[in-house]
């Protein structure tokens, strides 16, 4: 490639990565000029099965980020969760932070531990917090889990409303491995994530 035509791409490169950044800044603010939902304190359940009501995620925060997981059945959800574990440090000094996925409370601990993740986790067994969110579909009669978050909000009367949401996938802004990949000779050439690699 001659300079000039690189020196091209090279603007055009700029020009488009500055015109992404505005419009996922102006998706942003649409998403948060959505109404506020009104959300019930829901009933959760700890590890040890007993019940944590959704009010008491917020801890010291009066905002709250819940990462709504499909649990140990999906690698995809895995790596989402392996990194937000790194990174848990940093998300707590903002809002309180936590994972509901639809596993027993033993079930997830098992996993959890087996994962050395230090984030809050609850299960939703015996509530239908996950799904009053908006984040499982019927199919054949069967729940299927999607993958995504809520961010709530929680006033001095106790009141809890529903900021904003997003759905989880490959390539979206929340999990970073697929933009690197992306940037490959190869790009992500299929890759699937997996629960342990060969070292």
């Not at 009933?43 to 009066?62: A, I, M, R, T």
């Not at 639809?102 to 997830?108: L, R, V």
Request: proline content about 4%; aromatic content about 12%.
């Amino acid at each position: 490639m001659i300079k000039s035509e690189q020196q091209d791409v090279l603007k055009q490169i700029g020009d488009l990565e500055q015109e992404l950044m505005q419009k996922r800044e102006r998706l942003t603010q649409l998403k948060l000029k959505l109404p506020a939902e009104e959300v019930k304190d829901h009933n959760l359940k700890s590890w040890e099965g007993k019940s944590v009501k959704l009010s008491q995620l917020f801890g010291k925060h009066d905002e709250l980020i819940v990462i709504h997981n499909m649990g140990a059945s999906c690698a995809y959800c895995t790596l989402w969760a392996d990194g937000f574990n790194g990174l848990i440090d940093h998300l707590n000094d903002r809002a309180s932070f936590a994972v509901v996925t639809p596993d027993a409370p033993s079930a997830q601990k098992k996993f959890a531990e087996s994962r050395g993740w230090r984030f809050k986790m609850l299960s939703n067994e015996g509530s239908n917090f996950i799904q009053e969110m908006g984040f499982v579909k019927v199919e054949g009669g069967k729940n299927q889990w999607q993958p995504g978050f809520s961010t709530f909000h929680k006033d001095s009367s106790g009141k809890i409303t529903r900021t904003a949401y997003d759905y989880f996938g490959p390539g979206d802004v929340y999990s970073s491995p697929w933009h690197l990949f992306a940037l490959l000779k190869k790009g992500v050439n299929n890759w699937e994530p997996q629960y342990h690699y060969n070292k």
